[in-house]
């Protein structure tokens, strides 16, 4: 038997399902990978538009140990340390710490890295983030930062610099 989700539900799971995308660092292509579904299948998922087979997410939970009750709740937040968890998990496999242990996304770095920590307790220029960042091993361009700080205005407060137009400053909420 197939069971097919497409209700409030679906779209609990596919906002989880990217949380936990996001906690690993992972783009897309490479989430797919480590949870032997296609690139497509899991794009399908993450959108929450389609229906989706319950067993599409059989890879997801066994790769992570998400147990599909945790999926489905609404209150659902990955563990802050997945990423570390799973490197831990997967120590002897080396296709998976291959990509565990490339460059992160930026939502990670931004969420899991910089906002635990004192830096946008008083605003910063992306320049400054950028710094941040590569003082971790990590080189981003300021304007895919700008784009990855803009997408996540529920955590970063953005207002325009005072003195130079054009530019924003970004602190947390």
């Known amino acids: 038997m197939s069971i097919c989700f497409m209700d409030n ?42 229906s989706f087979r319950i067993k599409s997410l059989d890879g997801i939970i066994n790769f992570t140990t998400i147990k599909l009750e945790d999926l489905s709740k609404s209150n659902f937040a990955p563990p802050n340390n997945l990423r570390e968890i799973l490197t831990k998990k997967y120590k002897a496999v080396t296709s998976v710490c291959v990509l565990l242990r490339q460059e992160p996304s930026i939502p990670y770095c931004i969420k899991y890295k910089m906002l635990p920590t004192n830096f946008l307790n008083t605003p910063k220029e992306t320049n400054e983030i950028k710094r941040f960042f590569l003082d971790m091993g990590w080189n981003f361009k300021a304007n895919s930062l700008h784009t990855a700080l803009k997408r996540m205005s529920h955590l970063v407060k953005i207002s325009p610099h005072p003195e130079k137009n054009g530019t924003n400053l970004y602190s947390k909420k």
């Open 9 to 50: 539900s679906s779209l609990i799971i596919s906002s989880n399902i990217i949380e936990i995308r996001d906690a690993l660092g992972l783009s897309q292509k490479d989430f797919a990978l480590l949870t032997h579904l296609s690139t497509s299948t899991l794009v399908n998922i993450e959108s929450g538009k389609k």
